[in-house]
């Protein structure tokens, strides 16, 4: 998997909306943030465009992200925000500029769309916080931002206590393998498609927001039946923020982490539970594609990032 270099202070970074509309202002808070790091930044043309819900058309934001693929000042690109739409722009797009010259892509939710596309072509991205509401995440989440895009090894750890009332228990053990994979719907979305993933041998990393328990069950069962979670070498289950019932009168009967543990019952790597990433304050930075070592032990979980 090709690496992109590290920044530096000087580098330049566009903010790009792949999907939902947004504003300058709204991104206040990540331009300060990346000024703060003695990045300069750059705005996309999508940035104040608004089609309906989404930064224009899907030609429009395909253009404008292919513009900072293809200029050589731009060193990484970083997604405004998520929501949905990125998906449109991936048969518009010429992502095979990455293996000559490249660049981080940074986000996550709907970014899915793009890390599992660069994941097939041999190039790692980064799934971590974009800048809209940057400033309302910890300390820690921003931090790891900026140590994965300066070169910085990371390794992100969730100790016993961060596991949660009525989480399952995590599977001790330990695994190594390329780090891959995202948000639920997304991957579930994708699945049949030239953008779908091959697990094996790799470690897998899910997490996602406010689904019906059933649809989060649908979900898993795909991805169950078409093998994802056959012969990965290990599962790290993110934050499963903000799933419900449709009728919590008539409830389904499992959570989204205990649909998990008994998707993945019969297997034998290691497994942790309520990691540090995902929709939630505290989304530590995770470079997908890159080598990892996942250890779950009694005193906690500890994904460590190597760079061969």
């Known amino acids: 998997m090709i690496i992109p270099p ?57 253009a404008d992200l292919q513009a900072a693929l293809d200029d050589e000042a731009v060193k990484a690109i970083w997604c405004a ?33 793009l890390h599992s596309a660069l994941h097939n072509l041999g190039a790692c991205s980064l799934h971590a916080q974009m800048p809209f509401n940057i400033t309302g995440k910890t300390s820690e989440s921003v931090d790891s931002l900026k140590a994965a895009l300066f070169g910085t090894p990371q390794a992100i750890s969730r100790s016993p206590s961060d596991q949660g009332d009525g989480m399952p228990t995590d599977r001790m053990g330990t695994c190594e393998g390329q780090l891959v994979g ?14 779908d993933l091959d697990t094996t041998g790799k470690v897998l990393f899910i997490e996602d927001l406010d689904e019906l328990l059933y649809h989060v069950d649908r979900m898993v069962m795909n991805l169950k039946l078409g093998g994802l979670f056959e012969n990965c070498a290990g599962l790290v289950l993110g934050t499963m923020t903000d799933m419900h019932d449709k009728n919590p009168a008539d409830p389904f009967g499992l959570t989204a982490e205990a649909i998990f543990a008994r998707t993945v019952q019969d297997k034998g790597y290691p497994v942790c539970y309520n990691f540090p990433a995902g929709h939630i304050a505290d989304n530590r930075a995770l470079a997908l594609g890159q ?8 005193e906690g979980a500890t994904l460590s990032f190597r760079k061969s």
């Open 6 to 62: 590290p920044l530096r202070p000087g580098d330049t970074i566009a903010i790009i909306p792949t999907a939902r509309a947004i504003t300058s202002g709204e991104l206040q808070e990540g331009i300060t943030l990346a000024e703060s790091w003695g990045l300069k930044v750059i705005l996309g043309a999508g940035v104040g465009r608004k089609r309906f819900q989404q930064a224009g058309t899907a030609e429009e934001r395909a």
């Open 81 to 113: 925000r998520g929501g949905y739409g990125t998906v449109h722009l991936l048969e518009l797009l010429d992502l095979s500029v990455l293996l000559k010259r490249p660049k981080w892509i940074i986000g996550f939710s709907d970014v899915t769309v």
């Open 182 to 195: 995202g948000n639920l719907s997304i991957l579930y979305a994708l699945r049949g498609t030239p953008y």
């Open 291 to 298: 080598n990892v070592k996942l250890s779950v032990t009694a």
